[in-house]
């Protein structure tokens, strides 16, 4: 009879368990930069990355400058002030515009972004959501590129006077 009173109770600890397991996995870790040390391997990082293969290499070469740039302010005002607690309002609100103009250019870069969307599946009528990295979306506009100009050529091969 004890039994049936805690199976309800077990059963519901072990759901709580699995959500939590399932919320921790999906948390991203937060990024902190405070401190002078900090923040240069932050940026290290950042400029790593905006390099050919890294995350952010679709950054064209007039947004890398401006990234770079906004590292180097962001650089300098921890230099002078050595952490944000010790800057005052006005440095902190630069060192924010600074960050915000990264932030705003890596993120329309990040090949990691998930992208989804409403499509409807061949013979349907109910809209399906299709979620895919930024870069998938770019590999698979090559592919169809290259697969275009492949048969453009092979047309083109077998015009008149051929």
């Known amino acids: 009879m004890k039994c049936k009173r805690w199976l309800p109770l077990l059963a519901a600890m072990a759901m709580v368990l699995q959500v939590a397991t399932v919320v921790a996995k999906e948390a991203k870790p937060d990024v902190k930069a405070d401190t002078k040390d900090q923040f240069a391997a932050v940026a290290d990082h950042v400029r790593q990355q905006m390099a050919p293969g890294g995350r ?3 950054v ?8 770079n740039r906004d590292l180097s302010n962001m650089q300098s005002l921890y230099d002078r002030f050595g ?3 010790a800057m005052d309002q006005a440095t902190k609100v630069e060192l924010y515009n600074n960050q915000s103009e990264v932030n705003a250019i890596l993120t329309r870069h990040d090949a990691d972004r998930e992208i989804c969307e409403q499509v409807k599946p061949m013979g349907s009528n109910i809209p399906k959501t299709v979620c895919r990295t930024q870069r998938q979306l770019t590999e698979d506009s090559g592919q169809a590129q ?3 100009r492949s048969k ?5 091969g077998r015009g008149p006077g051929n």
């Open 146 to 148: 290259d697969f275009l």
């Open 83 to 85: 952490t944000v607690d």
């Open 60 to 67: 064209d070469k007039n947004q890398q400058a401006t990234v």
């Open 56 to 58: 952010f290499d679709s």
């Open 152 to 156: 453009q050529q092979v047309q083109n």
